[in-house]
Every structure is written in structure tokens, then in C-alpha cells.
T-cell receptor, first 113, second 111 residues
Framework: KQEVTQIPAALSVPEGENLVLNCSFTDSAIYNLQWFRQDPGKGLTSLLLIQSSQREQTSGRLNASLDKSSGRSTLYIAASQPGDSATYLC????????????FGTGTRLTVIP | DAGITQSPRHKVTETGTPVTLRCHQT?????MYWYRQDPGHGLRLIHY???????DKGEVSDGYSVSRSKTEDFLLTLESATSSQTSVYFC??????????FGPGTRLTVL
């Protein structure tokens, strides 16, 4: 069974700083990896999806990388803003036809103005 | 956003009562999923569907059943609710590019 870990559980940074969130997974046979954002009391918003054949994906100030051989993914956020404060979740998709996701417990990010 | 709605958004019920949660999507996506989110566990898959009347179990399916009679609707039923089923329930769909999209969630409390 895929185990996904996100460390640290919480992170505080001053506004404007660049930061990296980490995600590790135990089974390198993932089909894809997806990063989400979750605001308190809300649902999940998809940020980036990386297919197993890709190394990275970019969207605006966000860049996600995937290294299957080492079982790691990172989410880089450039020039952080207070509006980036949220919990960030990563999830590895399995190789069944359903592409079921296995989630980490998230990193709670606070960007201090 | 894949046009996913969930109902009800909040529900309080008593142990032993049946409960049905509804998920509705407007994007005609084939795959639909039910997850639960609990502190310290992250999101875990309960059941999923790969088409009308086609469903399968996920990691934490005990005590839950599902049905999908139309492409746009996926129902999750707790036949006899227990306190351990107090949780936030999320529905998701899988788009054509494999990206999963989530609904706003249903907060269920079983007393």
C-alpha cells in the first residue's frame, strides 16, 4: 500500500520568501502525483498534476517536480503571499485503471505579512 | 472546478440511523470517488465508480455502500451510522486528463 508523507506538518514564512514543500512516497510505481490546496473548512483545489513520465509542471508562481526513483516530489512557491496561507496536500495515484489517490496529511503553510 | 455539488453540507444524526450523502457532477466524468478526511489520517478512499452501476471498494469501505444509477450522481450510504463514521466526506471526479476535482465536502456528525 502506498504511504505518502509530508514534512513538516506546519511552516511559517515571511511574505516574499520562496519556499519548498516536500512530499515522499514509498511505492515508486505511481501513475501520477497531484498537489492540492485546502483552505480551512473548504474542499480541495487542484494545483498541479504530474504524470509519471514527466519531471515537473509549472503554473504561475508554482512549480512541482517529481523524482520517482527517489520517491520524492516538491512544490516550489515563489514570492509567497499571505493569500498562499493554506494546507497543501500531495497525493500519489496508483496504476490501477481507477488511478486511486493516496494522500499525505499535508503541510499547513502560514505566510506572515 | 468540475461542477461538483454535495448534499447535505452538514448533517447531525444518531447512532444506528441510515444516512445517504449525494454527489452531483455536471462534467460527464466517468470516474467518481468518495473519500473521508479525518485528523491525522489525511483523505482515504471509501468507494469509487467507473461508470453507471459499476463500483468498487476503496481502503476504508466497511460500513459504507454506494450506488450510481446516472452518470452525474454518486450516492454514499451509511446503513447504520456509528460514531467512528463522524468525519468530513468528499466526493471527487476524474477529468479526461486524470486530474481529480473535489466537491465542497459534507460534515457528518454521528452522536
Amino acid at each position: 500500500k502506498q504511504e505518502v508523507t509530508q514534512i513538516p506538518a506546519a511552516l511559517s514564512v515571511p511574505e516574499g520568501e520562496n519556499l519548498v514543500l516536500n512530499c515522499s512516497f514509498t511505492d515508486s510505481a505511481i501513475y501520477n502525483l497531484q498537489w492540492f490546496r485546502q483552505d480551512p473548512g473548504k474542499g480541495l483545489t487542484s494545483l498541479l498534476l504530474i504524470q509519471s513520465s514527466q519531471r515537473e509542471q509549472t503554473s504561475g508562481r508554482l512549480n512541482a517536480s517529481l523524482d520517482k526513483s527517489s520517491g520524492r516530489s516538491t512544490l516550489y512557491i515563489a514570492a509567497s503571499q499571505p493569500g498562499d496561507s493554506a494546507t497543501y496536500l500531495c497525493a500519489g495515484g496508483d496504476q490501477t485503471g481507477a488511478n486511486n489517490l493516496f494522500f499525505g496529511t499535508g503541510t499547513r503553510l502560514t505566510v506572515i505579512p | 472546478d468540475a461542477g461538483i455539488t454535495q448534499s447535505p453540507r452538514h448533517k447531525v444524526t444518531e447512532t444506528g440511523t441510515p444516512v445517504t450523502l449525494r454527489c452531483h457532477q455536471t462534467e460527464n466524468h466517468r470516474y467518481m470517488y468518495w473519500y473521508r478526511q479525518d485528523p491525522g489520517h489525511g483523505l482515504r478512499l471509501i468507494h469509487y465508480s467507473y461508470g453507471v452501476k459499476d463500483t468498487d471498494k476503496g481502503e476504508v469501505s466497511d460500513g459504507y455502500s454506494v450506488s450510481r444509477s446516472k452518470t452525474e450522481d454518486f450516492l454514499l450510504t451509511l446503513e447504520s451510522a456509528t460514531s467512528s463514521q463522524t468525519s468530513v466526506y468528499f466526493c471527487a471526479t476524474r477529468g479526461w486528463g486524470d486530474e481529480q476535482f473535489f466537491g465542497p465536502g459534507t460534515r457528518l456528525t454521528v452522536l
